[in-house]
């Protein structure tokens, strides 16, 4: 399995206000472009329901929202996807890199 996350921490770890902390703000093309990428990929495995937004405090109720992905080098799980999308969590350098020269 390859364990090359897209983000540095795990967010069970983390309470909500701790992970508010880890943001940053992309320009939108770039973000674009990211989020693209990621959610083009097909399922590589599945985790254990339920799965929940710790900053909304909500379950998630998604077909998807318990998958896990890849491309191969990096793995994200559906939730990475969510709070990239709607909380602009920082992925890693290296990632962002990796995904941006590909356009």
């Known amino acids: 399995m390859i364990i090359n996350r897209i983000v540095k921490e795990t967010y069970g770890k983390l309470s909500p206000e701790e992970i ?40 998630i109720d998604e077909d998807d929202a318990n998958n896990l992905y890849t491309d191969g080098v990096y793995t994200w799980f559906a939730l990475d996807v969510i709070y990239f999308e709607k909380y602009n969590i920082t992925l890693k350098k290296e990632f962002k890199e990796y995904v941006l020269n590909k356009s």
Do not use: C, Q
């Open 20 to 59: 508010l902390k880890n943001t940053e703000r992309l320009n939108e093309e770039d973000k674009n472009k990211i989020l693209h990428y990621l959610k083009s990929f097909s399922v590589y495995g599945y985790t254990s329901p339920p799965l929940v937004d710790k900053i909304a405090n909500i379950v």
